[in-house]
């Protein structure tokens, strides 16, 4: 598709990230990779940066609630705690009530911030 002459030149970039070892097909090599670094047997270990991962899907779920909200309301958001403290009528959207006998047991967050 593109002009061949244009491209003789061309040398790819050198490797820059480290490969998955495990030479399963379709999504176990990732899952090969999540569980042998959860265990510490696998240096780097994920490519996959829970932390930064886990603080941007927090800002888009809080951007969810900032259109929960309405126009022209700002939200300010507890990660603590995660709560809006000054807009709580969306506060019912970050966690459910579950029915008697279906309730999940609250954990304790571990998360550092």
Do not use: C, H
Not at 11 to 36: C, H, M, N, T
Not at 42 to 48: C, S
Request: net charge positive.
């Amino acid at each position: 598709m593109l002009p061949r002459g244009e491209f003789v030149d061309f040398k790819p970039p050198a490797q820059s990230l480290p490969r998955i070892p495990y030479k399963g097909g379709g999504d176990e090599r990732q899952k090969w990779e999540f569980v042998q670094s959860v265990k510490g047997d696998y240096e780097p270990g994920t490519m996959a940066n829970f932390d930064y991962a886990g603080r941007l899907t927090e800002t888009i779920l809080v951007g969810n609630l900032a259109l929960r909200a309405g126009e022209g309301k700002r939200i300010e958001w507890d990660a603590k705690t995660m709560r809006s403290t000054n807009v709580p009528e969306v506060n019912q959207f970050v966690q459910r009530e579950y029915r008697k006998g279906w309730e999940i047991p609250k954990i304790a967050a571990t998360a550092s911030r």
